[in-house]
């Protein structure tokens, strides 16, 4: 894979130089900081869009009068944008690259947005969904390209630590989020379903209007922010990654990666994740009101922000952390200790419950990352292939929280001990890691020592 500072326009990659070799050692290669700045800027806008769906969720029971299990549906919509516009997305790149393929997701997303206006206007679920979806396929191209690229930025060597680096910044972007949300989406007026049932028509449809249309100026306002973003990245100097570009898109490659056991496993442990994740985030707040109903929703955001912080901290302390321990060996004791801490949360009383849920988001941080990179890091070029399937993968969160919606239905409306699915999403990462931890270790018993 070789790297060149192309000029603005220019579609050739004529380099043959490797990646590695346009700066050898460095974290990041002089000349593409700002570059490298603004594409980490990348995952901070998908996580804010990812983790207003968790606002969302329980908004909308209010606004347009949802169970959770239709609630649930938001989060189905927004990861099959993901699934379907992944491979798409990869196509794309492999055609004009990736600055292209980032230019298109931030318009698609801008797009969306925008939709959550009119969608409120009318009060419609269908409209909002989509609106949702099309801001999901934008946030697709965004992390199909962004995951990847951010190889191309120094040293492939030191490729987990970047990618962990830039994560940290989804996990910041995670915790603004339900900060955001509580503040200008929850108006903080909350009645009971008894005072609902005593309202006149005229009363409660007055009500439901004015929540849906709390959405409106958080959502064109991210726009507006999603559009100056697009701009400075069509002008800011690039690295250029060179590939081969006969064979892209074709079925052979696919079928090339997808023989690659790395890329294979990681594709599985991700959907895996990503549903565990989804699912957890997703009914946090109404896992807090269940435990404590006298806890108001702003403060049940609050509380999902604390846990987002403590995501935050773990991309940085697991990027510091793999200078001294192997990324497969945290990865396996990450997963363990959030087994550990779903069993607690879904059979603790109160705030036992709640603190070891909240613990959960730390032990999560480093895991999409870490799969993400254990699955490309030897797919060379193909990355632009492999890549996408990885992304393919977070399907996994479009299906686990209408699940946990429906399994807390069957129960009797409780959302406590559905977090044992997620329980055993988490179990699965920790057979994974284990695993790969294993062939590493053989494949480095493998190598002769240098005489």
């Known amino acids: 894979m070789g790297i060149t500072a192309a000029p603005i326009g220019d579609a050739t990659a004529d380099t043959d130089a490797d990646a590695g070799q346009a700066g050898t050692g460095r974290f990041i290669t002089p000349g593409f900081k700002l570059g490298f700045a603004l594409v980490t800027s990348l995952f901070f806008l998908w996580a804010i869009a990812n983790n207003f769906n968790d606002i969302l969720i329980r908004h909308f029971q209010k606004a347009l009068d949802l169970n959770r299990a239709e609630a649930g549906l938001i989060q189905f919509v927004f990861y099959l944008g993901y699934f379907l516009m992944a491979l798409p997305a990869g196509m794309l790149m492999r055609r004009f690259g990736y600055r292209a393929g980032i230019l298109c ?72 989020a339900p900060i955001i949300g509580g503040m200008f989406i929850f108006s903080g007026v909350e009645h009971s379903a008894a005072e609902l049932a005593a309202m006149s028509p005229a009363e409660l449809t007055a009500y439901r209007v004015s929540e849906a249309q709390m959405v409106q100026m958080p959502y064109l306002t991210l726009a507006g922010i999603v559009i100056c973003i697009g701009i400075a990245i069509a002008l800011v100097r690039l690295p250029r990654i060179s590939h081969d570009r006969a064979s892209a898109g074709t079925l052979s490659g696919l079928r090339s990666v997808l023989r690659e056991p790395a890329l294979a496993g990681a594709v599985i442990a991700q959907f895996f994740y990503v549903g565990a994740q989804v699912g957890v985030w997703s009914f946090f707040i109404d896992f807090v009101k269940e435990l404590s109903p006298a806890t108001p929703e702003r403060t049940a955001a609050f509380l999902l922000s604390l846990s987002l912080v403590l995501f935050m901290a773990g991309r940085f302390i697991g990027t510091a952390l793999m200078q001294r321990i192997s990324a497969t060996r945290l990865l396996l004791v990450f997963a363990t200790i959030d087994i550990v801490l779903i069993a607690i949360a879904a059979f603790a009383p109160g705030i036992v419950a709640v603190g070891a849920l909240t613990l959960t988001s730390f032990f999560m941080s480093i895991m999409f990352p870490t799969i993400f990179s254990l699955g490309v890091k030897d797919l060379g070029d193909r990355a632009m292939l492999g890549a996408p399937l990885i992304i393919m993968a977070i399907i996994g969160g479009a299906l686990f929280p209408p699940l946990m919606g429906l399994a807390s239905q069957a129960i009797g409306d409780v959302i406590q001990p559905t977090m044992l699915l997620p329980g055993l999403c988490f179990a699965v990462i920790a057979f994974y890691a284990r695993r790969t931890h294993r062939a590493e270790r053989r494949r480095h018993a493998a190598v002769p020592p240098l005489p």
């Open 105 to 176: 997701g931030l318009g698609l997303y801008a797009l969306g947005a925008v939709l959550f206006y009119p969608a409120a206007e009318i009060r419609a679920y269908g409209v909002f969904l989509a609106a949702l979806f099309v801001i999901a396929s934008g946030a697709a191209f965004l992390e199909t390209a962004a995951n990847p690229y951010i190889v191309a930025f120094g040293d492939p060597a030191r490729a987990s630590q970047r990618l962990n680096l830039a994560q940290s910044f989804n996990g910041f972007g995670g915790f603004v």
